[in-house]
């Protein structure tokens, strides 16, 4: 595609649900990077994967957070027994090699 | 642990200014700096740095770099109402990006 794109673009959940994020990358980049960004801060940095496999999952905050990327191409970002904390905007990026584009991120609310 | 500190964190100025946005930085493995503008919720891409003193410029924005006193400045020339947006400084280390707080910027008419 011509952007990364990232769905659902909203999600509302309640405490205690479990909610999957799904990131398409652009295409041919074999780089990901999942961040999230609450009000008023920078995105912070939560997991990178090159190719299938995570090089670097030292930004999940819990166990509670699992990411994939199975086929090198799409990921999914997985939150287990949410938190209200957990509220923010889940961005994700890919890079080929250098500078990252970031899709439009999806906006996580926990009731 | 890496820092990226940017100042201010906000401010207001006409149409037609000329503003500076500044970064400083403290990281380990330093690779790279970049700048993203987010409008609404995806950062986009305006520069990366690598190297010191080595100007980058497109149309009415430039940045450059000093890796000796490890911070940055973007430039804005002549703005527009368009350039309203948060302006997000971050280092690349080994592929992380660190960001920083941001910079909001509101150019009134």
């Known amino acids: 595609g011509a952007g990364v794109s990232q769905t659902p673009s909203n999600k509302v959940t309640e405490k205690g649900k479990y909610v999957e994020l799904r990131c398409d990358p652009i295409?041919?980049?074999?780089?990901l990077y999942w961040y999230r960004q609450s009000l008023g801060q920078g995105p912070e940095f939560l997991i990178y994967f090159q190719g299938t496999g995570a090089a670097d999952d030292s930004g999940l905050p819990n166990d509670r957070f699992f990411a994939v990327r199975p086929e090198g191409s799409v990921s999914t970002l997985k939150i287990q027994r949410t938190e209200r904390g957990d509220s923010a905007v889940y961005l994700c990026a890919s890079s080929l090699a250098g500078e990252q584009f970031f899709g439009p991120g999806t906006r996580l609310t926990v009731l | 642990e890496d820092k990226v500190v940017q100042s201010p964190l906000s401010l207001v100025v006409h149409e037609g200014d000329t503003v500076t946005l500044n970064c400083s930085y403290e990281?380990?493995?330093?690779?790279?700096l970049l700048w993203y503008k987010q409008e609404k919720k995806a950062p986009t891409f305006l520069f990366m740095l690598?190297?010191?003193?080595i100007e980058k410029k497109s149309g009415r924005l430039s940045s450059i770099l000093d890796k000796k006193e490890l911070f940055s400045i973007l430039n804005i020339t002549a703005t527009q109402t368009g350039d309203s947006a948060i302006y997000l400084c971050a280092t690349g280390a080994n592929s992380k990006l660190t960001f920083g707080k941001g910079i909001t910027l509101s150019v009134r008419p």
């Open positions: 295409s041919g980049h074999t780089a």
């Open positions: 690598t190297s010191s003193g």
């Open positions: 990281v380990t493995n330093f690779r790279s």
